[in-house]
Nanobody
Framework: QVQLVESGGGSVQAGGSLRLSCAASGDIISGYSLAWFRQAPGKEREGVAIISRYGPTSYADSVKGRFTISQDNAKKTLYLQMNSLKPEDTAMYYC????????????????WGQGTQVTVSS
């Protein structure tokens, strides 16, 4: 199993950028499907971006064209580059990993980080 620790969250004005990082320890991540989810207060957790263990990526419609998910297997780190941030992007962001095919269903992920807060002000 892999252990995950997120970092890079913070407060930013609308239109700004942040890069989230998710450092993995334990097992290597190259055989895992990885994802970023987020949860705003009073809302359900939602998928933001996923990356297949074979490389393809997919994004939620709400972030498409603004966010980019990537991974560095040598550094065992997952990234989420977030540009043109909007107030509605405000949430706790979580990275997740599963040793299997990629999926948008959060319950299918085996490992989760503790989350990093992103706050976007207008």
């Amino acid at each position: 199993q892999v252990q995950l620790v997120e970092s890079g969250g913070g407060s930013v004005q609308a239109g700004g950028s942040l890069r989230l990082s998710c450092a993995a320890s334990g097992d290597i991540i190259s055989g895992y499907s990885l994802a970023w989810f987020r949860q705003a207060p009073g809302k359900e957790r939602e998928g933001v971006a996923i990356i297949s263990r074979y490389g393809p990526t997919s994004y939620a419609d709400s972030v498409k064209g603004r966010f980019t998910i990537s991974q560095d297997n040598a550094k065992k780190t997952l990234y989420l580059q977030m540009n043109s941030l909007k107030p509605e992007d405000t949430a706790m962001y979580y990275c997740a990993a599963r040793h299997g095919p990629w999926t948008w269903f959060s319950y299918q992920y085996d490992s989760w980080g503790q989350g990093t807060q992103v706050t976007v002000s207008s």
